[in-house]
């Protein structure tokens, strides 16, 4: 009698038995039902930082390792003598390690670039242009003894021809460089000049592709670099000789501003001149002796073009 008693389930066409034994979809009023935590709103994804910030970012890196080696670097030029020639020395064999590094695949003939590198520049110190020459033309004879002297001589000629590149590209440079450094009187204070020029032609030129650049120079060779960077450049590195020349009485102005804009337009020559060999040789960085700087080919690559135009406008100038 009590089962009379329950009250009806309306479950229609289900035997009693199976519906006391189905579980009830009803919740009883007395079993407290559990509110849903709030889930936590997303995160805001990150902002990327704007031009301005990642800009910001990248130059107190930069100032961070340019400022001490600005300063060791004035010291050396002005020591000069064979202080200033044996850190073109060190600074024209770690280049050329690294461009046979980049180039390891053409097995290039290490040896004789060495060798002549340090003749080139000891000429420059002590002999002149004309004992610079001289040790340039003797890679010839001792890239023929290296070769010689290899078992396998496979692509032989691509071995010579990367190490002859690389002394006309370093060797070149850092000879010239002692060269300008030993211009009587006024040698110091000129170098001076074309680092400066040359420098803020490739600081500037880098902030403003930065913050400005739209229009591509030449995405091929190099996808940063632009057309607005390549003014910025221009007139930083123009602008930037002229300043420098304000304190040497000797440097008339209007010289200053004509050597100061080839110096600004060579400079970027020389930086995509490096821009094609690494792409070529599918390197990113060379080194990293100048630490977000990169490797000696990396940070000097425009002073390798500049120093050698520099010291021929100084002969073309009359100083």
């Not at 600005?70 to 002005?78: H, N, Q, S, T, Y």
């Not at 002394?167 to 009587?184: D, I, N, S, T, Y």
């Not at 930086?271 to 700087?293: C, E, Q």
Request: charged fraction near 15%; charge should be negative.
């Amino acid at each position: 009698m009590r089962d009379d008693l329950d009250p009806p389930s309306f479950q229609f066409g289900v035997p009693r038995d199976q519906r006391d034994s189905q579980p009830s979809d009803e919740i009883s009023a007395e079993t407290p039902v559990e509110e849903p935590m709030p889930s936590n709103p997303p995160a805001d994804p990150p902002r990327k930082p704007g031009p301005f910030g990642a800009l910001r970012s990248e130059t107190f890196k930069r100032i961070a390792w340019a400022v001490p080696l600005a300063v060791f670097a004035i010291f050396l030029i002005v020591v000069g003598g064979e202080t200033f020639a044996l850190l073109m020395v060190v600074f024209g064999l770690l280049g050329l390690r690294e461009l046979f590094k980049m180039a390891s695949a053409l097995r290039p003939l290490e040896w004789p670039a060495y060798i002549c590198l340090v003749g080139m520049v000891s000429a420059a110190l002590y002999s002149g242009t004309g004992g610079v020459l001289i040790a340039f033309v003797a890679v010839l004879p001792l890239c023929f003894a290296a070769a010689a002297m290899r078992s396998d001589r496979r692509d032989i000629t691509a071995s010579i021809a990367v190490c002859i590149l690389g002394l006309a590209w370093m060797g070149m440079a850092f000879a010239h460089a002692v060269l300008l450094r030993e211009v009587p009187d006024h040698g110091a204070a000129l170098l001076f000049d074309v680092l400066v020029a040359t420098f803020l032609a490739d600081t500037l030129g880098y902030a403003g592709g930065r913050l400005f650049g739209s229009r591509k120079l030449a995405p091929s060779i190099s996808p940063n670099k632009t057309v607005e960077g390549l003014v910025a450049g221009f007139i930083g590195g123009t602008l930037g000789f002229w300043l420098a020349g304000l304190y040497q009485d000797w440097l008339p102005g209007l010289d200053a501003l004509a050597m100061g804009a080839v110096i600004a337009l060579v400079a970027p020559v020389g930086d995509l001149f490096a821009s094609l060999l690494k792409r070529d040789l599918a390197t990113k960085d060379t080194g990293s002796i100048f630490g977000p700087h990169g490797g000696v080919l990396d940070r000097l690559d425009a002073v390798l073009f500049t120093v050698i135009v520099g010291y021929y406008l100084v002969k073309l100038f009359g100083f």
